[in-house]
């Protein structure tokens, strides 16, 4: 079986970021780029699923992007994916045209089982794999964290509000991961060598129009200073006050 994982090169949720000088998007200057933190769920799932069906699957790692992005995908590599494959853009896209060209090339590398993160945490737009499935016409289950596959048959557990529920489907189908999936492997040496010589193959990504369009981007608004009213019990009715006239949450 192929087995696709579409990942994300994003920018790491620890690095403070600035707006560029255009106004809609950010500052690339001095930001660290990690694989988007879900994908790595998915990278392990598909390595585990991998593993389970035996040498005759192969694990493909795709990626929408500039030639960065092919850090992340040599990170998937030294995790244990076999081969990758960049899908060329400089250009931004919003999720259809990413999911359009995530699409196109799985239907061309004739994957049966489609794993991506529930999210990336840039965007953090939640659609991508849900689209993905639609225009591929393959079975969805998003935000899994747990799943069994069984020849064609598939049994996911997955959080919705509230709670969790048991949904089952058959192949093909796209999975998008949750934190709790499983325990993403460190690269080992061993790992990091051996991604070295792995292909990456480089494609221009399927032309789609973008059907959202960033206007403007700007950081939130600094938070106000505390204030100390007081270190004893006479405090507290100014304190009620407060609450009640300034921050309206009594």
């Known amino acids: 079986m ?10 790491d ?15 690339p200057t001095g930001v660290t780029y990690i694989i988007n933190p879900y994908d790595e ?7 585990k699923t991998k593993e389970k069906l035996g040498d005759d699957s192969e694990v493909v790692v795709i990626s929408v992007g500039g030639d960065s992005s092919k850090e992340t995908i040599r990170k998937a590599l030294a995790m244990g994916a076999d081969r990758g494959v960049l899908l060329k853009d400089d250009n931004p896209r919003d999720s259809f045209a990413v999911a359009k060209a995530l699409s196109e090339e799985i239907k061309a590398q ?3 089982l489609v794993f991506c993160g529930k999210q990336s945490v840039d965007y953090d737009n939640t659609i991508t794999g849900q689209l993905v499935a639609e225009m591929l ?10 799943l069994t596959i069984d020849g064609n048959k598939i049994r996911a557990e997955r959080e919705i509000e509230g709670g969790r529920e048991v949904v089952e489907t058959e192949l093909p189908a796209v999975i998008t991961a949750q934190k709790g999936l499983n325990e993403p492997r ?3 040496l061993k790992g990091i060598m051996a991604a070295k010589k792995k292909t990456i193959e480089e494609k221009p990504a399927a032309e789609a129009e973008s059907l959202t369009e960033v206007l403007s981007m ?3 608004p ?12 006479s405090a507290v009715p100014e304190l009620v006050r407060l609450l009640r006239e300034e921050a309206k949450v009594l």
């Open 2 to 11: 192929k087995i696709a994982v579409c990942v994300s090169h994003v920018p």
């Open 13 to 27: 949720t620890a690095t403070k970021v600035k707006v560029g000088s255009d106004g809609k998007s950010i500052d």
């Open 41 to 47: 769920f998915a990278v392990e799932e598909a390595l």
């Open 110 to 112: 004739g994957c049966e």
């Open 137 to 146: 016409g393959y079975s969805c289950i998003p935000v899994v964290v747990e």
């Open 186 to 188: 460190y690269a080992s």
């Open 218 to 220: 700007k950081l939130p």
């Open 222 to 233: 600094p938070k106000q200073p505390g204030r100390i009213l007081g270190t004893d019990s």
